[in-house]
């Protein structure tokens, strides 16, 4: 695990470098190379850079930015050429004792497309977390430089290992930002004479700009333990009221799902899928709904809000293929799977909608 954290921070300092200097001028993509078979494991995250202009200066540029990574293992650099017959090879190279050497070279030819997406067996290792130990693990390996990390450790220690639901309801609102969902969540909550709970929790939610800026493996961890902080106030909630929790698990999933699937629609896990699974070790609610409004109307509702977003809201506005994979993904959700809940009438018929569903599935 800590070599995977370190690895996720050695190639997002490289993204930034990749961005700036003598790089600017160039083409910048993602690259994922991945074993046939679909192994978690098996892949490698790199960046594709296209000089258009073929200088020697972009080579040499790129020899000393690989100079200042010191971290195991150090990353090569590949190098894409066609021979005279037309054929497409793939040259890596090392630095060792102040030279470059040769330490591959391949032909690069077609192949089926994999039944899944090359990412889809690795996401339980990074980003959409199991259980509990999983996510522990991670931010236990970041403890030597982000001291947050530790804070949040030990407010997961203080948690009981095992919590039970008491007797009252426990109802899990979800939704996109600008669906309505902190006024329903309010209105719910003051209806029902609920307590009103929120992923992440008060106490390490002072924290998540620091996770945000995180390579995605240190981020997910973080909220994926606030889930289980959470579900220790819920356990001890429920046994005197009603507990309504302002987004939970699912956001956690759907969100990381959505990011690290490359692609539309057609590439995210199928129905059913044990990514789109319940943890066995979180406390479950006994409801979920899922507030939807078309996106018309949400960017109508967006308009002149002013607040600051997080990567992933950012890209919600700006990209409708990400937000239809979120939605998607949502959806696909089970054990418990979301009562979706069209959110664009007045605040009045939503509340009215929410309550029904609310008294039709609990006690």
């Not at 200097?21 to 296209?50: D, E, K, T």
């Not at 017959?85 to 591959?104: E, K, S, T």
């Not at 006024?183 to 996770?211: M, N």
Request: hydrophobic content about 35%; aromatic content about 6%; charged content about 25%.
């Amino acid at each position: 695990c800590g070599v995977r954290v370190q690895a996720a921070r050695l190639h997002q300092r490289l993204l930034q470098q990749l961005r700036c200097g003598p790089f600017q001028r160039c083409q910048l993509r993602r690259l994922l190379c991945y074993s046939p078979g679909g192994q978690a494991g098996c892949l490698q995250h790199g960046f594709l850079l296209r000089d258009p202009h073929d200088g020697p200066d972009t080579r040499r540029a790129l020899l000393e930015l690989l100079g200042t990574c010191q971290e195991a293992p150090r990353p090569h650099l590949g190098e894409f050429e066609a021979d005279p017959l037309g054929q497409l090879w793939q040259r890596l190279w090392a630095l060792q004792d102040g030279g470059q050497v040769q330490v591959g070279c391949a032909r690069v030819a077609p192949t089926r497309e994999p039944p899944l997406h090359p990412v889809v067996p690795d996401l339980p290792s990074y980003v959409v977390f199991p259980d509990v130990d999983a996510a522990w693990s991670v931010l236990e390996a970041c403890t030597p430089f982000i001291p947050e990390a530790q804070a949040v450790l030990d407010l997961v220690d203080q948690c009981p290992k095992q919590v039970w639901k008491g007797k009252f309801p426990v109802i899990a609102i979800e939704g996109l930002d600008a669906t309505g969902k902190t006024t329903v969540t309010q209105s719910v909550s003051d209806s029902l004479k609920a307590v009103l709970l929120k992923s992440p929790p008060s106490c390490i939610s002072q924290w998540r700009k620091i996770f945000d800026d995180e390579p995605t493996i240190i981020r997910r961890a973080f909220y994926s333990l606030g889930n289980y902080i959470v579900a220790s106030e819920i356990a001890k909630e429920s046994t005197k009221s009603p507990v309504i929790v302002d987004r939970y698990w699912h956001s956690t999933a759907t969100y990381a799902i959505a990011t690290e699937v490359s692609g539309g629609l057609q590439h995210l896990p199928p129905a059913h899928h044990s990514v789109y699974q319940w943890p066995k070790d979180l406390l479950k609610p006994d409801l979920v709904l899922l507030l939807t409004v078309s996106p018309k109307e949400r960017e109508q509702r967006l308009e002149g809000r002013g607040m600051e977003k997080t990567r992933e809201e950012a890209e919600l506005e700006a990209n409708s293929i990400f937000r239809e994979k979120v939605e998607v993904c949502y959806q696909r959700m089970e054990n418990p799977g979301c009562h979706v809940v069209d959110a664009s009438p007045s605040r009045e018929k939503v509340l009215q909608k929410v309550l029904s569903i609310i008294q039709n599935h609990c006690n």
